[in-house]
């Protein structure tokens, strides 16, 4: 088993005109599950479709339609639940949350108040070497996302698409267990990593694939863990709810003028109203979404048509059997294997594709210099291109091939470094083009001497200088690897160097 | 439980049904009376009882995760009092 030492980061502390206060934060993460067909009926969950054609009549909520559930989306949600080292409830239920808006045709959001379909769990979230945050999922819940509403096409009118209306949501809702900003940010980079590591959610936050609610309240120093002891909310102050953020930035952004906010209001002798807020990134600030407040009476209810969702262990089993290696686990390997850096693990695992990529690389084959080449080579290679890793040039296996090449001795790590960019912009077999263009390294020592020797009677005072200082046999060295091209290999060129000026 | 006047107009106003005013009084009444006969029910002790789901043992239908329906953009705005270039068309709703 992963065993993870680490200590908890210390909270935020925001000082305020009287007194030092401390950040209280939940999450609700809504992850759009990754399937094809939406959660109860059979259209298209496609982004960038023409407005209102991934439409079936359960979608749009015509009489008489009847929702039926689809068995991936239970299954997505079951992986997560997996993910998260949650509890799997085989009995969950679906009820009825009901509001008017004009993007939820049915007047009702399906959704699962009552028996979420998972439990408890957990999520680690580091905040450096040694340092996490192990912040508590209290539950996940399936539900039915809302259509979009656009409003700057008209004047007087709001246009509605109901493309999105009816796809699968995982409502992740975690414990009051962050303590600040950056650890919010954190949360929701590790959740997001581990969704697409198990492909439940694509976690793009640009088309609103991933968005998060963020409760957050203040409390003296001191009160939170009088929360933490006893479970009992009256210790933490009054909390409001930001909703339907989706960027890392404005995530904190919002925390922070939140915070401050409440706690000018209650050091002015004022009471912070539960309510919920909005953040307008352009003026930096959260206002209260008046429009909401009526509607907070949902009116929940068992949805009459839908009979309780029951699975069994063994398909619970068998989708545990199937999981795929977690962020965690990954880290963990890469550094016990391959003897790498906390660093460059974090950085190698963070994307389920880089993981994939350097393993093709470091397969069979030195892991600590798979991981430099990866990390310093590539990476930076195709950040000057302005190219993502999906679209690299290069593959893993023409990678390997050049490591490959590195570590016979055919190529010195200088020349590698040309093969590089020649495979890196003209692609081609790397031990073809080192064979048709000559640049194999040199190891005959015949030839090599040839060279040392012509450039020590080239040079008589340099040579009077190196046996006073031997450091300047560095100078020869350098003489013989231009001579030869750079294909002379390094470690002879040293040796037969030292030999000849009898250093 | 009693259902008042005001409490009557606020269920009204939240599932978006026009009552008129002197309409209240005997919607409250009528909700007294559903709410009495709710009441009537709790009497009976159901512990250990566990709730009917369905009369016949059925388990939840479920479908697999396939594209059948959709592309029917027409259909679906055919009976919206305003549709402009594919989307609903509604008054104005801003946050």
């Not at chain 1, 509001?99 to 959001?109: C, E, M, T």
């Not at chain 1, 200088?414 to 890196?424: N, Q, R, S």
């Not at chain 1, 200082?469 to 001579?483: D, E, I, R, S, T």
Request: net charge negative; with cysteine; hydrophobic share 40%.
């Amino acid at each position: 088993m992963l065993d993870l030492t680490y200590e908890p980061p210390k909270p935020k502390v925001i000082a305020g005109a009287k007194h030092d206060w401390e950040l209280v934060i939940g999450m609700e993460i809504h992850a759009q599950v990754s399937s094809r067909a939406k959660l109860f009926s059979g259209a298209s969950t496609e982004f960038g479709a023409e407005p209102n054609s991934n439409v079936a009549f359960v979608d749009a909520a015509m009489p008489g339609m009847l929702p039926v559930i689809n068995e991936f989306c239970v299954e997505q949600a079951v992986r997560t639940g997996l993910g998260l080292k949650a509890e799997i409830n085989l009995v969950s239920a679906f009820d009825r949350k009901n509001y008017f808006y004009p993007d939820l045709p049915q007047g009702y959001q399906i959704s699962q108040l009552y028996h979420p379909i998972v439990g408890e769990g957990e999520v680690l979230v580091e905040m450096g070497p040694g340092v996490a945050r192990l912040v508590r999922i209290e539950r996940i819940h399936l539900e039915q996302d809302a259509g979009k509403s656009i409003h700057d096409m008209d004047p007087n009118m709001s246009f509605v698409d109901f493309n999105r209306t009816g796809v699968a949501l995982m409502e992740i809702v975690s414990r009051p267990d962050i303590r600040g900003p950056e650890e919010a940010a954190a949360y929701v980079t590790k959740l997001r990593q581990i969704l697409r590591y198990l492909g439940t959610c694509d976690g793009n936050m640009q088309n609103g694939n991933l968005r998060a609610d963020v409760n957050v309240s203040v409390c003296r120093v001191g009160q939170y863990e009088k929360y933490q002891e006893t479970q009992d909310f009256s210790h933490l102050g009054t909390r409001c709810e930001i909703k339907n953020m989706n960027s890392m930035r404005f995530i904190q952004q919002a925390i922070e003028y939140e915070a401050r906010r409440q706690i000018a209001i209650v050091e002015a002798g004022g009471k912070v109203e539960q309510e919920t807020r909005l953040y307008d990134p352009d003026k930096g600030e959260t206002r209260s979404m008046r429009s909401k407040e009526e509607a907070h009476d949902y009116r929940y209810f068992p949805d009459p048509d839908l009979l309780p969702l029951e699975i069994e262990q063994a398909w619970v089993d068998g989708i545990a059997a199937s999981m795929p290696e977690l962020p965690d686990a990954r880290k963990a390997r890469y550094m016990a294997d391959y003897g790498l850096t906390d660093y460059d693990a974090n950085v190698l695992t963070a994307e389920v594709d880089t993981a994939a990529y350097f393993e093709a690389v470091a397969q069979g084959r030195d892991g600590k210099m798979a991981a430099n080449w990866v990390l310093n080579e590539l990476f930076g290679r195709l950040k000057k291109d302005n190219h993502e890793l999906s679209d690299s040039p290069m593959s893993a296996a023409q990678l390997g091939t050049i490591l490959d090449l590195i570590a016979k001795g055919d190529i010195s790590g200088k020349i590698a470094k040309d093969l590089f960019e020649i495979v890196f912009t003209e692609g081609g077999d790397p031990a073809e083009i080192v064979e048709s263009r000559g640049m194999k390294q040199v190891t005959d020592t015949g030839a090599i001497e040839t060279a040392v020797d012509e450039v020590i009677a080239a040079n008589p005072a340099q040579v009077e200088k190196a046996k006073a200082n031997p450091k300047l046999a560095g100078w020869f060295v350098g003489q013989v690897m231009k001579a030869t091209g750079g294909k002379a290999n390094p470690a002879a060129v040293n040796e037969i160097v030292a030999r000849k000026l009898g250093l | 439980m009693s259902i008042d006047e005001t409490t009557a107009a606020r269920v009204a106003k939240l599932a978006r049904i026009k009552v008129e005013p002197e309409a209240l009084p005997g919607l409250a009444t009528e909700f007294n009376t559903i709410l009495g006969f709710i009441e009537q029910l709790n009497e009976v002790n159901v512990d250990g009882v566990e709730p009917m789901t369905s009369v016949t043992p059925m388990r939840l239908k479920r479908r697999q995760d396939v594209v059948t329906d959709g592309n029917q953009q027409a259909k679906v705005l055919s009976n919206a009092p305003d549709a402009r270039e594919g989307f609903f068309a509604v008054p104005k709703v801003v946050e």
